[in-house]
C-alpha cells in the first residue's frame, strides 16, 4: 500500500504572501537584498509542489519525494540499514515515526494517509526484528484512537 504526504500547504501560502508583501514594500531599493528574497519566494513557490510517497514492502520500505510527478530523491531501505524506529506525537493529535539509520539522516513519516502506515510499519519491525520505541504520548493517540473505532463500529 502506497502512503502519500503533502507539503504543509497553509504554512507556505502564508510565508509566500508575507513574501511578496515584504518584497512590494521594499521595491524602491535595487539591492542584494532583494534579489535574495525574489530567491526565497521562488524556492516557497516550488516547494508547494513536493510531496512524498512511501511503500512498505515484504523486505524494504521504499520513501520518495516527488516534485509534482517527478521524483527527486528516491530511497530504498533494507531492514539491516535500521538502527532503531521511533513513533512520537507531534501536535494534539499528529503521529510521527522516525526512522534511524545506521548511515545516513533520519527519515520522518509525518501527516501520512492513509494513518494505517503507522501501523503497518510497527508490523514491519515486529517482522524484521527490528528494535521500536512508543512514546507515551503515541501510545495515547493509539489508545484514543483504538476508542474511537470501537465506539464506530456500536
Not at 16 to 35: K, P
Not at 96 to 107: E, S
Not at 110 to 116: D, E, L, N, V, Y
Request: charged letters at 20%; proline letters at 3%; a positive charge.
Amino acid at each position: 500500500m502506497k502512503c502519500y504526504a503533502k507539503s504543509p500547504f497553509k504554512i507556505l501560502i502564508f510565508i509566500l504572501v508575507l513574501q511578496i508583501v515584504t518584497i512590494s514594500l521594499s521595491l524602491s531599493q535595487v539591492n542584494i537584498l532583494l534579489a535574495f528574497q525574489l530567491i526565497i519566494v521562488t524556492f516557497t513557490f516550488l516547494c508547494l509542489f513536493i510531496s512524498f510517497q512511501v511503500q512498505i514492502k515484504d523486505h524494504s520500505i521504499d520513501y520518495q519525494i516527488l516534485f509534482l510527478k517527478w521524483t527527486i530523491y528516491g530511497n530504498n531501505i533494507k531492514p539491516d540499514q535500521i538502527r532503531i524506529i521511533q513513533f512520537v506525537r507531534v501536535g494534539w493529535t499528529t503521529k510521527n515515526a522516525t526512522i534511524k539509520r545506521r548511515k545516513g539522516l533520519p527519515i520522518r513519516f509525518i501527516a501520512f494517509q492513509p494513518h494505517r502506515l503507522y501501523q503497518e510499519l510497527e508490523q514491519f519491525a515486529i517482522a524484521k526484528q527490528i528494535p521500536f520505541i512508543k512514546s507515551n504520548d503515541y501510545q495515547t493517540l493509539e489508545r484514543k484512537s483504538l476508542r474511537e473505532n470501537h465506539s464506530g463500529l456500536n
